[in-house]
């Protein structure tokens, strides 16, 4: 035998800026991160939310302005405008557009793609510029409060296949993410209540403190007060850039997927509610809602937490708003959910579970029984 042993390590580095009103011409951030890659005119294909262009309808000339003011720099394409929401996942009409569009225009690995939407919008153009030419340079361009907080900072992206969420997908960092707080009042309520979830979330898990203060703070948040809204994806934010960058994982080969806590059941219920005619717009961040909910009544249920933190974390949800019960739980199937999660994973079950507030620890084994149990004890807040 010959061996060689390869090897090699990369860094990664990319910022994340918060701003308001990204595209008014005195506004420098997209300039300098263009002008960071070399002072020369950098060919820049804009992606953009329906939509956000529907609610923002002065977008386009925004951009034509932008692109005049600073053509030393920018030279914009024609953006091209794709089905917001989940349907740009569950279809791929707009990634096979995307690539007769970049290979046309000759969109190379020395061009940008700027995508401006909502999560699902990031993850599908993400997906897509990730795959053309082996990886088009990306600016991501979050719209919203998940977007923001979660879906546009990460190193993730997918696009679903057969019904199965995320089914395709790489691991890529962007070039760059500017987070304009200024697309977020156009959100609806539901899609700005539903990005806090991931921020209950990763307090619950890494941050006790930050979870004290959503508690106090649920009533602003359910008001959607912007300075509460706004500290809220900030925090959010870092605490993910913060477990990406000191994990150890950052591209997730364990089995251990603590940002995934209540996501098991979550992806599950939206799978479900997305194949079903009466309840098919279950948004990814109530489910997680849910899917917290379910694991903190399991970790209560085997005396991981007291019922008193069980109570603070059910009653936090409910302040800012969540409901805690959809009716795709009734056709959850605890086994089965848990071992298609098993098979994301590959092989070994993995599943996030609250010790106390701002701790986690990862389990290998699940009592379906109990599991179902708590499944029946969610159908208590039906309202
Ligand atoms: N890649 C990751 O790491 C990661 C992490 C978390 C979630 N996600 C994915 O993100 C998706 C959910 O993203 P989301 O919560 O942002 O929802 P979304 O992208 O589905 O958007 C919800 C709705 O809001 C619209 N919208 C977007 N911005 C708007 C604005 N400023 N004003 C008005 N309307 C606007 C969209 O067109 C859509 O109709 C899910 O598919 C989820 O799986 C990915
Ligand atoms: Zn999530």
Not at 1 to 13: D, G, T
Not at 60 to 72: C, R, S
Not at 214 to 230: D, I, K, M
Not at 290 to 305: R, S
Request: net charge negative; with cysteine; aromatic share 8%.
């Amino acid at each position: 035998m010959h061996l060689i042993q390869q090897q090699f390590s990369v860094s990664y580095e990319f910022p994340v800026c918060f701003t308001r009103d990204a595209l008014a011409p005195e506004n420098m951030a997209l300039r300098d991160i263009l002008a960071g890659a070399g002072e020369f005119t950098h060919k820049v294909q804009p992606v953009i939310d329906s939509q956000v262009l529907a609610d923002h309808p002065d977008l386009l000339d925004k951009l034509e302005l932008y692109g005049n003011v600073h053509g030393d720099i920018i030279a914009f394409e024609d953006p091209f405008i794709v089905r917001g929401g989940e349907v740009c996942k569950n279809d791929p009409a707009e990634v096979e557009e995307f690539f007769r569009l970049t290979q046309d225009r000759k969109i190379c690995r020395h061009s940008f793609v700027l995508v401006i939407g909502g999560g699902s919008v990031i993850d599908a153009v993400g997906y897509a510029a990730a795959v053309s030419h082996r990886g088009i340079r990306l600016i991501r361009m979050p719209t919203t409060v998940l977007g923001q907080n979660d879906a546009g900072i990460g190193v993730k992206n997918a696009i679903n296949f057969r019904n199965r969420k995320n089914y395709l997908g790489t691991f890529a960092t962007p070039f760059a993410v500017i987070n304009d707080f200024d697309f977020l009042p156009s959100l609806s309520e539901r899609d700005r209540r539903a990005g806090m979830a991931e921020a209950v979330k990763i307090a619950l898990i890494r941050d006790g403190e930050f979870f004290n203060w959503l508690e106090q703070n649920a009533q602003q948040l359910a008001a959607f007060e912007e300075a509460a809204v706004e500290k809220l994806i900030i925090r959010c934010a870092e605490l993910h850039l913060r477990h990406i960058a000191t994990s150890g994982d950052p591209f997730e080969r364990g089995s251990a997927r603590p940002l995934d806590f209540g996501h098991w059941s979550a992806h599950q219920l939206e799978e479900i509610s997305h194949a079903s005619a009466d309840h098919k717009d279950l948004r990814h961040g109530e489910a997680v809602a849910i899917g917290i909910a379910l694991d903190c009544h399991y970790a209560h249920a085997v005396n991981l937490i007291n019922a008193e933190t069980l109570a603070r974390i059910i009653t936090c949800l409910q302040g800012i708003g969540f409901q805690l019960y959809h009716p795709a739980l009734d056709q959850l199937d605890v086994g089965r959910a848990l071992a298609s999660f098993r098979e994301h994973l590959g092989g070994e079950l993995c599943i996030t579970l609250l010790t106390s507030v701002g701790r986690a620890r990862e389990m290998n084994e699940i009592n379906v029984e109990i599991m179902s149990n708590c499944v029946e004890q969610l159908r208590a807040y039906k309202k």
